[in-house]
């Protein structure tokens, strides 16, 4: 069976420094994966997809991901974080054979010092 | 420009009362699922829909029903709500590989 590991609950960086936040995942085939994020109370905007090509994949405000099949990850990286960007953010694989069915990680709350 | 509509946003239950969520979508998506949110454990799949007429269970289905009579709706019912079914419900939509669409959630307290 699929899952998706965030292994960071809760991360807090600086206004300005960067950002990595880590997503493994486990799948028998090529994955589809996904970046989400949730501010409090909202729903969820898709941030970026993984669904072929090229490992780097760029998404909205200015967040990237990596593919790395050899170490089964899809990291999320900004350069420079802004006070906007505290959320919740959430990585996701999905089963595309039947139902496109997202499977999530337990997800991490970004926090940002000023 | 609606996309994902969930009725209603905030609900207080008692102990063995039963309600009906509401999703609709405007995308004329022919997938729709229903996920439950709890802290620390990310967003779980309750049922799902590949089609208007059809359902099927997600990872955590039990104690719900779900009803797909048309394409826009998705209807998620508690028979006999139960203070575990606390949490906050999310409805979904997408079309094709496409990346799901979600509504805004339903908050759901079960005294």
């Known amino acids: 069976a699929q899952s998706v590991t965030q292994p960071d609950i809760h991360i807090t960086v600086s206004e300005g420094a960067s950002l990595e936040l880590r997503c493994n995942y486990s799948?028998?085939?090529?994955?589809?994966l996904f970046w989400y994020v949730q501010s409090p109370g909202q729903g969820l905007q898709l941030l970026l997809k993984?669904?072929?090509?090229?490992?780097l994949v760029q998404g909205i405000k200015g967040f990237e991901a990596e593919f790395k099949r050899s170490q089964s990850s899809f990291n999320l990286r900004k350069p420079s974080v802004h006070w906007s960007d505290a959320a919740e953010y959430f990585c996701?694989?999905?089963?595309?054979?039947?139902?496109?069915?997202?499977?999530f990680g337990a997800g991490t709350i970004l926090r940002v010092k000023s | 420009n609606a996309g994902v509509t969930q009725t209603p946003k905030f609900r207080v239950l008692k102990t063995g009362q039963s309600m009906t969520l509401l999703c609709a979508q405007d995308m004329n998506h022919e997938y729709m699922y229903w996920y439950r949110q709890d802290p620390g454990m990310g967003l779980r799949l309750i049922h799902y829909s590949v089609g208007e007429g059809t359902t099927a269970k997600g990872e955590v289905p039990d104690g719900y029903n779900v009803s797909r009579l048309k394409k826009q709706n998705f209807l998620l019912g508690l028979e006999s709500a139960a203070p575990s079914q606390t949490s906050v419900y999310f409805c979904?939509?997408?079309?094709?590989?496409?990346?799901?669409?979600f509504g805004d959630g339903t908050r759901l307290s079960i005294l």
């Open positions: 993984y669904f072929s090509g090229d490992t």
């Open positions: 799948y028998g085939a090529t994955p589809y």
């Open positions: 979904a939509s997408s079309s094709g590989n496409q990346p799901q669409h």
């Open positions: 996701a694989v999905a089963r595309m054979e039947y139902g496109n069915k997202l499977v």
